[in-house]
T-cell receptor, first 114, second 113 residues
Framework: EAQVTQNPRYLITVTGKKLTVTCSQN?????MSWYRQDPGLGLRQIYY???????DKGDVPEGYKVSRKEKRNFPLILESPSPNQTSLYFC?????????????FGEGSRLTVL | GEDVEQSLFLSVREGDSSVINCTYT??????LYWYKQEPGAGLQLLTY?????DMKQDQRLTVLLNKKDKHLSLRIADTQTGDSAIYFC?????????????FGTGTKLQVIP
């Protein structure tokens, strides 16, 4: 089954404790991206990747890192989480960035930073 | 950056039509999308329209675009309880595509049986 898989789905952590949210897709997609969803703000893009070893900042990259060592994986790293990073995070992938394409989303990872 | 705005909440009775509205600010040619987010799930693409089109219909869904007012709407005919979800409007510029996607705030549709 074609899918985007995120882990963990739920996480409660404390300020400053490094964490990684993994994202994996099995569709051989070139494009992958991370978003955060906050009430009243919709989805905002954190980072995106056009292909292996190619990553770039989205609209809200501060406090986050990503890597794309393999085509299928695109982990989101919070080196020193803070409470304002409490949010619902989504990973998405697409064949490419073509406008007529479709973003396939994971089920989301709800992160709480105390 | 570009801005996409939606009302936050809409409540309709089962069997009625729902109309979800969106306004955008991009002045260039653009693609506009409707994504649906069911509870506890990620977003799924419902439909999209290019900014040189006025309307697109797909079964119970009708998308209307008023280019002059930069207003996009999604009409769901014969709304069912399974249509209860958050609906996101999104837009991408012609150049850059999904790299430069902007999502709206989402409209939560509640369908009352």
């Amino acid at each position: 089954e074609a899918q985007v898989t995120q882990n963990p789905r739920y996480l409660i952590t404390v300020t400053g404790k490094k964490l990684t949210v993994t994202c994996s897709q099995n569709m051989n997609h070139e494009y992958m991206s991370w978003y955060r969803q906050d009430p009243g703000l919709g989805l905002r893009q954190i980072y995106y990747s056009m292909n292996v070893e190619v990553t770039d900042k989205g609209d809200v990259p501060e406090g986050y890192k990503v890597s794309r060592k393999e085509k299928r994986n695109f982990p989101l790293i919070l080196e020193s989480p803070s409470p304002n990073q409490t949010s619902l995070y989504f990973c998405a992938s697409s064949v490419d960035t073509t406008n007529t394409g479709e973003l396939f989303f994971g089920e989301g990872s709800r992160l709480t930073v105390l | 950056g570009e801005d996409v705005e939606q009302s936050l909440f809409l409540s309709v009775r089962e069997g009625d039509s729902s109309v979800i509205n969106c306004t955008y600010t991009d002045s260039s040619s653009t693609y506009l999308y409707w994504y649906k987010q069911e509870p506890g799930a990620g977003l799924q693409l419902l439909t999209y329209i290019f900014s040189n089109m006025d309307m697109k219909q797909d079964q119970r869904l009708t998308v209307l675009l008023n280019k002059k007012d930069k207003h996009l709407s999604l009409r769901i005919a014969d709304t069912q309880t399974g249509d209860s979800a958050i609906y996101f409007c999104a837009e991408t510029p012609l150049e850059g595509g999904y790299q430069k996607v902007t999502f709206g705030t989402g409209t939560k549709l509640q369908v009352i049986p």
